[in-house]
């Protein structure tokens, strides 16, 4: 059997073997269930082109990739818009994975609804990664449950391990349009740690970090791990589940990057958290937008190491028994052969 995974964006670096094997979502092990695997970039998007080709070029690129890829038995992409409708020419199962699906449907035009819609009923499975987010594109979509599920995401439990002694840091990690760096900065404003943010610089427009903050950008992965590994506390600091902006999956990979170091974290609390951390276990969850919630919950870990200790070794833990690579296959290979 052959699996085709099809990205947006290459994945050439990480099958390379120079960056974490996380965005692969366990293609790497798929062979040890007897699935062969092939990775597909789309050929309208191989090249920069201007402006308004590359606008085109972007959703076209859905309409041509059933007939790009060739003989394969069922494909696996984040591309839903429109490739499972065009596969259905080919009579090509696709499974879809769902980064931010629901937020699209919030925004989208009754026409854009409606298409998107038809696209979805032509996957043969949606991959969701929390129930929260499987129960709403359900219920707002109108989709079978039956090809709806649940699936969290992994890490690479291997390139992220366990960092030895303990950082003098708060760090910050991710780019997502639904981090609230603002709250962050009013929280941390004076605390006697430095605060290290990783992030684009679009993330802080607006914003003036006080004198104890650093922002840090285009970071390579292996100095993205030492940041991690130099860190006390790791922040994730988004908005509200009803912020328009970002994805609802959004922060999953720096949670699961931080979790696989070993790293205390605080976290804003959103649904899809719940199905990758329980509260004062892995981690402990604010409310949203809540800078004093914020900055109480970050001095309590830094000032009790024995607390930090637990919730890193408690995080390191459940990625080890739920949320690595090699696992991730073993759930996604039964789903494609069913599609098959």
Same mark, same amino acid.
């Given at each position: 059997?052959?699996?085709?995974?099809?990205?947006?964006?290459?994945?050439?670096?990480?099958?390379?073997?120079?960056?974490?094997?996380?965005?692969?979502?366990?293609?790497?092990?798929?062979?040890?269930?007897?699935? &062969? *695997?092939?990775?597909? #970039?789309?050929?309208? =998007?191989?090249? %920069?082109?201007?402006? !308004? @080709? $590359?606008?085109? /070029?972007?959703?076209?690129?859905?309409?041509?990739?059933?007939? &790009? *890829?060739?003989?394969? #038995?069922?494909?696996? =992409?984040?591309? %839903?818009?429109?490739? !499972? @409708? $065009?596969?259905? /020419?080919?009579?090509?199962?696709?499974?879809?994975?769902?980064?931010?699906?629901?937020?699209?449907?919030?925004?989208?035009?009754?026409?854009?609804?409606?298409?998107?819609? $038809?696209?979805?009923?032509?996957?043969?499975?949606?991959?969701?990664?929390?129930?929260?987010?499987?129960?709403?594109?359900?219920?707002?979509?109108?989709?079978?449950?039956?090809?709806?599920?649940?699936?969290?995401?992994?890490?690479?439990?291997?390139?992220?391990?366990?960092?030895?002694?303990?950082?003098?840091?708060?760090?910050?990690?991710?780019?997502?349009?639904?981090?609230?760096?603002?709250?962050?900065?009013?929280?941390?404003?004076?605390?006697?740690?430095?605060?290290?943010?990783?992030?684009?610089?679009?993330?802080?427009?607006?914003?003036?970090?006080?004198?104890?903050?650093?922002?840090?950008?285009?970071?390579?992965?292996?100095?993205?791990?030492?940041?991690?590994?130099?860190?006390?506390?790791?922040?994730?600091?988004?908005?509200?589940?009803?912020?328009?902006?970002?994805?609802?999956?959004?922060?999953?990979?720096?949670?699961?990057?931080?979790?696989?170091?070993?790293?205390?974290?605080?976290?804003?609390?959103?649904?899809?958290?719940?199905?990758?951390?329980?509260?004062?276990?892995?981690?402990?969850?604010?409310?949203?937008?809540?800078?004093?919630?914020?900055?109480?919950?970050?001095?309590?870990?830094?000032?009790?190491?024995?607390?930090?200790?637990?919730?890193?070794?408690?995080?390191?833990?459940?990625?080890?028994?739920?949320?690595?690579?090699?696992?991730?296959?073993?759930?996604?290979?039964?789903?494609?052969?069913?599609?098959?």
């Amino acid at each position: 059997m052959k699996a085709t995974f099809v990205y947006p964006n290459s994945r050439r670096d990480v099958l390379a073997g120079d960056e974490p094997d996380t965005q692969l979502h366990g293609a790497l092990y798929l062979h040890e269930h007897g699935i &062969e *695997v092939a990775f597909h #970039d789309p050929l309208l =998007t191989r090249r %920069a082109l201007p402006r !308004p @080709l $590359a606008r085109l /070029a972007w959703t076209a690129r859905e309409l041509t990739v059933p007939v &790009e *890829v060739g003989r394969t #038995d069922v494909v696996f =992409t984040p591309l %839903a818009a429109l490739l !499972p @409708l $065009a596969a259905r /020419a080919r009579a090509l199962p696709v499974v879809a994975i769902n980064f931010g699906l629901n937020l699209i449907w919030r925004r989208a035009s009754p026409p854009r609804r409606s298409l998107l819609r $038809a696209s979805l009923r032509s996957a043969a499975r949606v991959v969701c990664l929390g129930e929260s987010q499987r129960t709403e594109l359900v219920e707002t979509a109108h989709l079978d449950p039956r090809r709806v599920l649940t699936l969290p995401i992994p890490v690479d439990d291997r390139y992220f391990a366990p960092a030895t002694g303990r950082g003098d840091s708060v760090l910050a990690v991710g780019k997502d349009l639904a981090r609230d760096y603002g709250t962050l900065l009013a929280a941390t404003a004076s605390l006697p740690a430095e605060v290290r943010i990783v992030a684009h610089p679009r993330n802080l427009t607006g914003l003036v970090p006080p004198a104890n903050a650093l922002v840090l950008r285009d970071l390579p992965y292996a100095s993205l791990r030492a940041e991690y590994g130099r860190a006390a506390c790791v922040v994730l600091p988004q908005r509200s589940d009803a912020y328009p902006f970002g994805s609802e999956g959004g922060g999953l990979t720096a949670l699961l990057e931080a979790m696989a170091c070993a790293r205390p974290v605080v976290a804003t609390e959103r649904a899809i958290l719940h199905d990758y951390v329980e509260d004062g276990v892995e981690a402990i969850l604010v409310p949203p937008e809540d800078p004093q919630a914020l900055r109480a919950a970050v001095e309590r870990v830094l000032g009790d190491p024995e607390l930090a200790r637990s919730l890193g070794e408690a995080a390191r833990a459940r990625v080890e028994r739920s949320h690595t690579s090699r696992a991730f296959a073993a759930r996604l290979a039964p789903v494609l052969r069913s599609v098959v």
